[in-house]
């Protein structure tokens, strides 16, 4: 019985002894990778690298915009949250009523509208760094670039042609 309850044991400690190695060397692999430079891009500069032909300098002008895109539409979403916290906050209060929740979603509304427009103008700049020959490209790609952009791990929705789908 001993002897059976040492072999398990021993057969555990193998296991996690194993198991700790392989953790030790992909995190040294990994951050090896990292060092060297090989980070993973965005799916987003897959898109442009693969679907619109970006160069490695195009890629870099684009993480730049991307980088001051992000600083500054993020007083905006911070804004816009709070809006909704407040168009929310009014359920199950007195004040909930219709002129001020229309009030309240109209506030909203000119906040998304703002943020469209700040995308709108980034979309632009990325469009700057665009070739003449990559305009085309990246001009009837534009909706599925906001799409990607919005919501970057889901993938497109399927197009939808004729009117019998938008009743669904």
């Known amino acids: 019985m001993n002897s059976s309850r040492n072999k398990t044991l021993v057969a555990i400690i193998a296991v996690l002894l194993v198991s700790n190695i392989a953790v030790l060397l992909y995190f040294v692999v990994l951050k090896d990778s990292w060092r060297r430079g090989e980070r993973r891009r965005s799916p987003m500069t897959e898109f442009l690298q693969k679907e619109v032909g970006f160069s490695d300098k195009q890629l870099a002008l684009f993480d730049s915009l991307k980088r001051q895109h992000h600083e500054s539409v993020k007083p905006f979403g911070e804004d816009l949250s709070r809006s909704r916290d407040t168009l929310y906050l009014l359920m199950g209060s ?8 229309q009030a309240a979603a109209a506030v909203i ?37 906001v799409r990607k952009m919005m919501s970057p791990r889901r993938p497109p929705s399927p197009k939808k042609t004729d009117s019998s789908a938008l009743a669904h």
Do not use: H, M, Y
């Open 94 to 101: 007195p004040a909930a009523t219709d002129s001020a929740l």
């Open 109 to 145: 509304g000119r906040k998304q509208a703002l943020l469209e427009l700040k995308l709108f103008d980034n979309f632009r700049q990325i469009r700057a760094i665009c070739t003449p020959a990559q305009l085309p490209r990246f001009d009837s790609l534009a909706p599925a670039l």
